[in-house]
């Protein structure tokens, strides 16, 4: 049976979770959930995830839900599938592991903030709080000064090569990529060329190929 992810490829953790995949070269069926109408708040799609939250996966007789966890099975599970997405030594394991932690608990809090700010709510015909704003940007400009250094020293996050701490920030760095506050990136050379490399990766670009065509 073919992978199956429910979820909505306009939001970031659905597309963190279509990112992975298609760097591994997968088939997979959409099920497209509509998150205006409540779908993700009803049964059948709380029997797959309880929180009532895009994405949910089911490969074979596994259902999952939380893009981070799911993205960390696909790695494993298709590990020898086009290019690692974790490693197998347990050092830099460990390291790929700081740098995931890093991204869900410093990185994303802020940055998906941010996103319902200027991306979301505009799109919802909400108005953006310029307070919110001024706020999150000095603390996602904190995790970036971690991130110039990092970077610095080491052609990705998690190491030498691309892996899945570096895929988890894709979607709030496209998002916010397209607005007001890129600079943030764009001023931070290490990080500035990270994102450049990492949004060019053909995975991603067909993960927004989807989006703009659903
Ligand atoms: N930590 C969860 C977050 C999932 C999440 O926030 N999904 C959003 C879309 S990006 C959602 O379903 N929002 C609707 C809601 O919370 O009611 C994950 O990474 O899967």
Redesign the pocket.
């Given at each position: 049976m073919a992978i199956k992810v429910h979820g909505?490829v306009t939001?970031?953790?659905?597309m963190?979770v279509l990112a992975s995949l298609n760097e591994k070269g997968l088939d997979y069926e959409i099920v497209p959930i509509d998150?205006s109408t409540g779908d993700?708040?009803r049964e059948p799609f709380l029997n797959l995830n309880p929180f009532?939250?895009?994405?949910a996966l089911e490969d074979g007789d596994l259902s999952l839900?939380?893009?981070?966890a799911i993205n960390r099975y696909i790695a494993y599970a298709y590990a020898g599938q086009r290019i690692p997405l974790m490693c197998e030594n347990p050092k830099k394991t460990a390291i790929v592991s700081v740098w995931m932690e890093v991204e869900a608990q410093k990185y994303d809090p802020p940055a998906i903030k941010l996103t319902w700010e200027l991306v979301i709510n505009p799109t919802l015909g909400i108005p953006t709080d310029d307070a919110a704003v001024e706020e999150y940007v000095p603390q996602l400009a904190k995790v970036l000064d971690i991130y110039e250094a990092r970077l610095a020293q080491s052609k990705f996050l998690g190491g030498d090569t691309f892996t899945l701490p570096d895929l988890h920030h894709l979607p709030t760095i496209y998002y916010l990529m397209g607005t007001k506050i890129k600079t943030v990136f764009t001023s931070r050379p290490h990080v500035s060329a990270w994102c450049a490399d990492i949004l060019a990766r053909p995975a991603w670009q067909k993960t927004i190929e989807m989006k703009n065509y659903k």
């Amino acid at each position: 049976m073919a992978i199956k992810v429910h979820g909505s490829v306009t939001t970031t953790a659905t597309m963190r979770v279509l990112a992975s995949l298609n760097e591994k070269g997968l088939d997979y069926e959409i099920v497209p959930i509509d998150l205006s109408t409540g779908d993700h708040k009803r049964e059948p799609f709380l029997n797959l995830n309880p929180f009532g939250q895009v994405p949910a996966l089911e490969d074979g007789d596994l259902s999952l839900f939380e893009s981070r966890a799911i993205n960390r099975y696909i790695a494993y599970a298709y590990a020898g599938q086009r290019i690692p997405l974790m490693c197998e030594n347990p050092k830099k394991t460990a390291i790929v592991s700081v740098w995931m932690e890093v991204e869900a608990q410093k990185y994303d809090p802020p940055a998906i903030k941010l996103t319902w700010e200027l991306v979301i709510n505009p799109t919802l015909g909400i108005p953006t709080d310029d307070a919110a704003v001024e706020e999150y940007v000095p603390q996602l400009a904190k995790v970036l000064d971690i991130y110039e250094a990092r970077l610095a020293q080491s052609k990705f996050l998690g190491g030498d090569t691309f892996t899945l701490p570096d895929l988890h920030h894709l979607p709030t760095i496209y998002y916010l990529m397209g607005t007001k506050i890129k600079t943030v990136f764009t001023s931070r050379p290490h990080v500035s060329a990270w994102c450049a490399d990492i949004l060019a990766r053909p995975a991603w670009q067909k993960t927004i190929e989807m989006k703009n065509y659903k």
